[in-house]
Nanobody
């Protein structure tokens, strides 16, 4: 079992950048397929980015492709989401998630961190 704790959220102006961190404890992150999701007020949770544990390939939602980057630091057992060129519509609570397999539902979730982009 792994515990996930996000940090790095905050208030930023449109066009700015933030880097979110997801620190894991309990087990090494390399054992899991990792992803970031977000949920804006009044909307359903949506997929943002994924890092495959099988081959290291990254996947992104079309809305963030070219602006966001998911990466890991295995020494720190942490997953990051670098967010550049932020837009007002990126405002949401961002959560990291982990799953044992490379498909299906995610088994573990962090508590989320708020990102607010002012226009």
């Amino acid at each position: 079992q792994v515990q996930l704790v996000e940090s790095g959220g905050g208030l930023v102006q449109a066009g700015g950048s933030l880097r979110l961190s997801c620190a894991a404890s309990g087990r090494t992150l390399s054992s899991y397929d990792m992803a970031w999701f977000r949920q804006a007020p009044g909307k359903e949770r949506e997929f943002v980015a994924r890092l495959s544990k099988t081959n290291g390939i990254t996947y992104y939602a079309d809305s963030v492709k070219g602006r966001f980057t998911i990466s890991t630091n295995n020494a720190k057992n942490t997953v990051y989401l670098q967010m550049n060129s932020l837009k007002a519509e990126d405002t949401a609570v961002y959560s990291c998630a982990a799953r044992y397999r490379s498909f299906g539902t995610y088994d573990f979730w962090g508590q989320g961190t708020q990102v607010t982009v002012s226009s």
